[in-house]
């Protein structure tokens, strides 16, 4: 990742998220330890101490090599630590990837699917993808975290102990509920986006889509969720202690939008009812609502409530389309 995408703010505090940039954009093990000890540490004791615990905590790791840096991981009073994982077990005993990854992943989707199909209508589709800007990718992501329950989190370890008796005919919880019907919404937003595209996707190429599967060349799965570093890398790496995090900003990155479609989309706005009375569009709305948005960038808080409201909008309005 770039270290300043022209999308993003010089501030990066102002993000919902923290960012942080590598050559590769793969999670590295500099990156790794400052997350842990300037973010993970602090954010441990300030929940414990507003909902009066003991600040104390042991965090469950993978074996990625990123999040091992050669000196332990703890807090300076020994009460925040990490153990890891043995390897190659993350498809069955890691929690995270038992559900909460892929809840949020779904979620995430949708929200792709739903600008793809409702917003920027008069463009070609092949535009609209060229228009969803970084900025935007990581309102999403952070938006779709904050919609994950702390139920879903705590079903993620039933999946762990499945040999228990009864676990078939448990109860499905609302969270379950609530993933499987984003999964159909999902489908019915990747056929109104095949009909705006042109296209035609099978059942096969959804299911790998929804669940993250990645294939080569050759077709065979990969699974890696963080680079694994050769003999080879691991020496130079000793040897140099450089840091690899700084990079020039990367040419694909284009969030730019012809000013001609904007100021066509801009003449469109106007709608009025039976009454002459003035009545904004869905697409004006969306418009205004990203303009107040821009201009309170710097207040996390606003901007988290706007992209709330706008969320909401979204979704009525795909509501409405499909009653």
Known sequence: MAENPRDLPRDKNVLPVSYYHAKKAWMTRILFRKWFFEEFIPAVRKFCEKNGLEPKALLLLDNCSAHHDGCELKSDDGLIQVIYLPPNVTSECQPMDQAVINAIKIRYKRKLMLKLVLENEHLPFNQRLKNISLSTCIEWLATSWDEISSSTIRNSWNKLVDEFPGYENREILPAEENSQSQDIDIRLLITAADEAAGTKTNDSDIDCWLNDKVVDSEGNTLSKTCYEY????????????????????????????????????????????????????????????????????????EVKKLFSLRNKLIDTEWNKRNT
Do not use: G, M
């Not at 700084?246 to 709608?271: A, F, G, N, R, V």
């Open 230 to 301: 050769t003999d080879e890398e691991i020496v130079k790496s000793v040897l140099s202690r450089q840091d690899d995090s700084t990079c020039t900003e990367e040419e694909w990155l284009d969030t730019s939008c012809e000013q001609s479609e904007i100021d066509e989309s801009i003449d469109q706005q106007t709608c009025y009812d039976e009454a002459s009375n003035y009545k904004p569009d869905f697409s004006s709305v969306l418009k205004s609502l990203d303009n107040v948005i821009e201009y309170v960038r710097n207040d996390t808080e």
